[in-house]
């Protein structure tokens, strides 16, 4: 299915890992990528526009694409609804673009279940050990919120497993580095081609 | 058993393809990788010192390392055996260093049989439309040469599928940036990875 086709890219990882940095500076010096366009039933803000920042929908509207399976994955934050449209990453995997998709790790899962050819990039903050030493060092932390923080980051980190790839954040031009040499090398790998001569 | 070693990268392709090239270029830009180097039977020439170009050994010695399987591969050519001899790879790959390994198909179906975890990438010449007009365009062969040469190139692209990447050689650096990708992504490679946390 993907063969002739572009390439979706999924950035996932653990709250507050940076994710977001990491994918804003990879588009910053690849143009090209496309970002993926959420539907969402909360109102346009002033200077939004419909297609552009986000696709907007009424509640009534929304439900109707969930049960038409219109959704790689959808989740409500709250009080709204936002979603993850096939259509539009369809349009831009039939452009042969790639297209990339910055979500949390529960989306993520919707989303490989969905479409399990996907590139699955698990970003996670630098090891424990950096980590502890980080919070520790800060000295803004009592040593039970310290403890908590690092249980929840190893439990996150199981997560893993059902990703292609691991980046560890820990140094943002090194990981950006890493996000584009992943991509790159999908582009070659044999998987993804069904008849190379004519890619590119 | 590669999750706590090193990597071996095995860069083959169609003779005339230009992978020494690239690989000199790649080793020229990243000093984390190291050459395999070979046992053969042929007398080391002035200069040769036992193990920095070859391995020197008798042919005797060398019947007894393949009875003893201690070779990923081995052939010979005009009278003299060559062979990438085990002991060499492992050393590299325990001190957990990435080894290239720069060889031809045949070589490769070898390793591949012996090291199926290793990384193995297919230079491919430009697409045969290149190809071809590149051949038409030197004017220096007969038609009947160049449609030989097309009908062997498109056979050799055959073993394509045998290999996890296929990297196009038409410009160089552009391939030399994608061999690099391809062994920095391998690096982020969940499969490849027992505990990320300690990589690095």
Redesign the interface.
């Known amino acids: 299915m993907i063969n002739n086709k572009g390439m979706l890219v999924v950035v996932s990882g653990p709250a507050g890992v940076g994710k977001g940095t990491l994918c804003r500076a990879l588009f910053a010096q690849w143009s090209g990528l496309e970002y993926s366009i959420s539907v969402t039933t909360r109102s346009p803000r002033p200077g939004e526009r419909e297609g552009e920042q986000y696709y907007f929908r009424t509640r009534e509207e929304f439900s109707k694409m969930i049960d038409n399976n219109e959704f790689l994955e959808w989740a409500e934050f709250c009080g709204n609804f936002y979603g993850t449209p096939k259509f539009h990453v369809e349009n831009v995997l039939n452009r042969k673009k790639i297209i990339l998709l910055e979500i949390d790790i529960q989306g993520a899962e919707q989303v490989k279940e969905q479409y399990p050819e996907g590139v699955f ?2 970003i ?1 903050p630098p ?3 950096t980590l502890a030493k980080r919070l520790y060092g800060r000295g803004t932390e009592t040593e039970d919120i310290i403890r908590r923080r690092l249980a929840i980051a190893a439990r996150e ?1 199981d997560n ?2 059902d ?6 954040n820990d140094e943002i031009n090194l990981a950006v ?2 996000l ?3 991509i ?3 582009k ?3 998987k993804r ?1 069904s008849f ?3 890619e ?1």
């Open positions: 990039i698990f996670v090891s424990l050990k980190l893993v497993k990703y292609d790839y691991v980046v560890e580095e890493k584009k040499s992943i790159i090398a999908e070659c790998s044999v081609k190379f001569l004519k590119e």
